[in-house]
C-alpha cells in the first residue's frame, strides 16, 4: 500500500503539465515557471495532515497556488523588462524537429495555439493583471472570484481585466498557426532566397507587412527595434546573413519554437563554448496567406541556455 506522501506525489506530478502551462503562460520564463511548480510542490508537502485534509479540491488549491506565485513573478518581472534593451520576447521552448524523445511537460505546453509565438508575445505585452485574469479564466476556465483574489481586486475588476486583455489581443490578430508543410515550405523558399542573396525574391518569400522582432538584450546583434515591411526585412535579412560563414546556411537546424517550425543557427565553430553560444540564434517564423509574416529573432544568450550546442 502506498504512503499517503507517495499518493500525494501522484496526484501532483497527474497534474505537473497543467501547471507548467500556467505558470508559462503568466510568465513567459521557463526557469521562471520551473521555480513556480517547484514551489508549489514544496508548499503542499509542507502541510500537515490536518491542513491537507482541509483541501477539497487538490487541483483548485494547486491553481490557486501556482497562480499567486506566478503573479508574483509575472510582476517582478514586468518591472526588469523597463530596462530590457530593444524588444522582448518569451523565452522559446526549442525542441529538436522528428525527436523520438517524449515532449514532456513543456513540449505539451508549447502545442497549445495560445503559446505559438506570434500570439504568445502579444499576450507578454499585458501588464501582469490583464495577462493573468485573461489566461487563467479563458485558457484555465478560473473563475474570476478566485482570479480577484490572486490579484487583490474586486471580482468586476478582474473581469474588465479579461475583457480588455481579450480585446488587444484580438485587435492585432496575429497570425493563426498553419499546418507544419506549409510553415517548412516557406521557411524552405525563403532560405533558398537567402542562399541567392536575391533580394527581390527574399521579398516574394515575406509578406507585405512582415516584420522581424529581435530579442538581444543588447548582449548579441539583432535589431533593437521592430523592422516592418517585406522590403526593410529582406535588407535585414539579406545583411544578418553576410555576418555569418558562407556555410551558415547549410548548417542550420530544424527545430520546433514554441511548437512551430523554425531554425536554429548555431553560430561560429570557432571560439570558446561561450561564445559559440553567444553566437547562436533561434528564429521562429508565423505563416499569413503563405509567406513568412512575423519573423523572431531571439539571440539573448540567457535564454538560450538550455538549447543544446
Known sequence: ??????????????????????????????????????????????????????????????????????????????????????????????????????????????????????????????????????????????????IAAMLECSVDAARRNATRARHTVQRADPPERVPAQQQHEVIRALLAALSDEDQWAVARALHPRATVYGDSDGKARSALRPVSGRERVARFLLGLMRKYAPSALTSTRPVLVNGDPGLLLPGSPEGTPSERAAARRVVGFAVRDGRAAEIHDIVNPDKLRRVPL
Do not use: C
Open 1 to 146: 500500500m502506498r504512503s499517503a506522501e507517495e499518493v500525494l506525489a501522484k496526484e501532483f506530478d497527474d497534474r505537473r503539465t497543467r501547471l507548467t502551462g500556467l505558470a508559462y503562460r503568466l510568465t513567459g520564463s521557463i526557469a521562471d515557471s520551473e521555480d513556480v511548480v517547484r514551489e508549489t510542490r514544496m508548499r503542499l508537502t509542507g502541510l500537515d495532515g490536518a491542513e491537507r485534509a482541509g483541501i477539497d479540491d487538490l487541483g483548485a488549491w494547486l491553481n490557486r497556488t501556482a497562480g499567486a506565485l506566478a503573479v508574483e513573478r509575472a510582476r517582478t518581472a514586468s518591472v526588469r523588462r523597463k530596462h530590457y534593451v530593444g524588444p522582448w520576447l518569451p523565452e522559446p521552448i526549442v525542441l529538436e524537429h522528428g525527436s523520438p524523445e517524449p515532449p514532456g511537460a513543456f513540449g505539451v505546453v508549447a502545442g497549445a495555439a495560445d503559446v505559438r509565438m506570434a500570439a504568445f508575445r502579444l499576450i507578454q505585452q499585458l501588464s501582469p493583471e490583464h495577462r493573468t485574469a485573461l489566461v487563467l479564466h479563458d485558457v484555465f476556465g478560473i473563475g474570476f472570484d478566485e
